[in-house]
Structure formats: structure tokens, C-alpha cells
């Protein structure tokens, strides 16, 4: 069964840091990965999706990088703002056409 | 191009009483998927239709059920509500499997009194 673990929990930085948030997973057989932001109340946004057979995706201020041997999915947020603040969630897709998700970070950037 | 669009996004129910949520995907997208999230367990996979038809579904108990109609909204179902049930209910279209990626609707917030 995939198991999905989202480190760290919480982080609060202040405006403009550099900051990386670590998602690793149980099995590696997966289709792919997706990173998503829910605000408060919220549905999902997503933020980038990387296919098993790539290495990395980026948009904008956001790079997410998979190491699918070693069960790894970082997600960098360069020069954070306060808008960024927010849950971010990964999830995976194995067979059966369903997404495993972890329990997600909690970031808050101060301005 | 529109998103996707889940009614009501809010309910107050009753224990004991049932309800029916809606979730139209994005056009052209053939399967839809439901997942329920609550504070204590995350974000949990309920099932997932294709073209009418249930392809997986998550455990939970059989209170919960769905359907798809042939223009791809889904409905979902739960009979005999618990207190327990309270939660956020999301619901997600893709193009077909899920190695295209998701895209979420804004959710039903589900309150059970």
C-alpha cells in the first residue's frame, strides 16, 4: 500500500527566503507526481505534475524536482511572499487511477 | 476553458438523513474521481468513474456510493449520515488515466448535526 509522507508539517519563514519542502513515498512504481496548494476552506490548486520519467518541472518561483529510485519529490519556492502562504499537498498516481496524497505543509511567510 | 464545478458547496444535514453531491468535470474529460478530506484523516480516495462505470473504489463503508451519467457529471451519495461524515468532499476531473494529472473542483463542505 503507498504511503505518502509530507516533512515538515509547518514552517514559517519570512518574506524573500529561499525554502524547500520534501514529500517522499513508499512505492516507486508511480505514473506520476503533482503538487497542489489549498488555501484555507479551499479546493486544490494545482502546481506542477511531473511524470515518472522525468527529473524535474518548473513554473514561475516553483521547481519541483522527483527522485523516483530513492521515493522523492522536493517542491523549491524561490524569494517566498506572503501570498504563498498556504497548505501544500503531494500526491501520486500508482495503478488504479487513484491519487495517494501526504498530509500535507503548512507554510506561512511573514511579511 | 470552465473549471470544475461542484454543488452545493455548502449543506447542513441531519444525522440519519441522506444527501446527493454533484461534480461537473471539465469538457472532454472522461473520469472523475471523489475524495473526501477531514482534519484528522487528510485527504482520502473515495471512487472513481470512467465512462459510467466504477474503475476503484477506496474503503469506505457502503453508505457512500456514485454514478456517472453519459455526459460525465458525477453524483455522489451518502445514506444514513453521521456525525462522522462531516467533512469536505472534492471532487476531480481527468482526461482519462490518471498519468494526465487532476484538476479539482472548490469542494462541498458537508456538515453533520
Known amino acids: 500500500k503507498q504511503e505518502v509522507t509530507q516533512i515538515p508539517a509547518a514552517l514559517s519563514v519570512p518574506e524573500g527566503e529561499n525554502l524547500v519542502l520534501n514529500c517522499s513515498f513508499t512505492d516507486s512504481a508511480i505514473y506520476n507526481l503533482q503538487w497542489f496548494r489549498q488555501d484555507p476552506g479551499k479546493g486544490l490548486t494545482s502546481l506542477l505534475l511531473i511524470q515518472s520519467s522525468q527529473r524535474e518541472q518548473t513554473s514561475g518561483r516553483l521547481n519541483a524536482s522527483l527522485d523516483k529510485s530513492s521515493g522523492r519529490s522536493t517542491l523549491y519556492i524561490a524569494a517566498s511572499q506572503p501570498g504563498d502562504s498556504a497548505t501544500y499537498l503531494c500526491?501520486?498516481?500508482?495503478?488504479?487511477?487513484?491519487?495517494?496524497f501526504g498530509g500535507g505543509t503548512r507554510l506561512m511567510v511573514k511579511p | 476553458k470552465a473549471g470544475v464545478t461542484q454543488t452545493p458547496r455548502y449543506l447542513i444535514k441531519t444525522r440519519g438523513q441522506q444527501v446527493t453531491l454533484s461534480c461537473s468535470p471539465i469538457?472532454?474529460?472522461?473520469?472523475v474521481s471523489w475524495y473526501q478530506q477531514t482534519p484528522g484523516q487528510g485527504l482520502q480516495f473515495l471512487f472513481e468513474y470512467f465512462s459510467e462505470t466504477q474503475r476503484n473504489k477506496g474503503n469506505f463503508p457502503g453508505r457512500f456510493s456514485g454514478r456517472q451519467f453519459s455526459n460525465s457529471r458525477s453524483e455522489m451519495n451518502v445514506s444514513t449520515l453521521e456525525l462522522g461524515d462531516s467533512a469536505l468532499y472534492l471532487c476531480a476531473s481527468s482526461q482519462g488515466a490518471g498519468r494526465y494529472g487532476y484538476t479539482f473542483g472548490s469542494g462541498t463542505r458537508l456538515t453533520v448535526v
Open positions: 500526491a501520486v498516481v500508482n495503478a488504479g487511477n487513484m491519487l495517494t
Open positions: 469538457s472532454g474529460h472522461r473520469s
